[in-house]
């Protein structure tokens, strides 16, 4: 039993390492935006998609009881993603700034708040649980997956 709880110990603290640093890889686009005062064509989704991610991962810590790692990485993670957000809507432009406060609406509002009224007061805990957990799997894969688009488009046009 002691094995098994170092390895989940050592593997949580590799978690959390990881997801640390995908937290903070926009941070030179962030500087470039704020040196260059325009957000540069950027879009804001990937930092709504990833607040909404970790928002969904504490609720779902919460419930699930003793899960330090998930409930810490995630608020750095919220914390985080709502300085990149601001940062946009401080710099982009007042049409970017709209889709947004639209996108926000939708994910970080209404999307966390259908998930949560669907699953909080499912009567069984280990069913919420689970379900709540295959929502998370699926955001935090877009999460991390997303980077991945911009990789396949500059290889095509370095290949090109």
Not at 11 to 37: D, E, R, W
Not at 72 to 100: A, M, R, S
Not at 130 to 157: N, W
């Amino acid at each position: 039993m002691a094995l098994h709880l170092s390895w989940v110990f050592v593997f949580g603290i590799l978690g959390n390492a990881v997801s640390f640093m995908v937290s903070l890889a926009p941070l030179p686009t962030f500087y470039q935006i704020y040196k260059k005062k325009t957000s540069e064509g950027f879009q804001s989704i990937p930092y709504v998609v990833s607040l909404f991610s970790a928002m969904l991962w504490i609720y779902y810590a919460l419930l699930k009881k003793d899960a330090i790692f998930l409930i810490t990485i995630n608020t750095f993670c919220v914390f985080i993603q709502t300085f990149y957000i601001v940062t946009y809507f401080y710099y982009g432009p007042k049409k970017e700034k709209i889709v947004t406060v639209k996108l926000m609406l939708l994910f970080n509002v209404f999307g966390f708040g259908v998930i949560f009224l669907a699953t909080y007061f499912l009567k069984n805990p280990s069913l919420r649980l689970l379900i709540l957990g295959y929502i998370c799997m699926a955001f935090a894969l877009a999460v991390f997956v997303a980077p991945l688009a911009i990789v396949v488009r500059i290889t095509h046009q370095f290949l090109s």
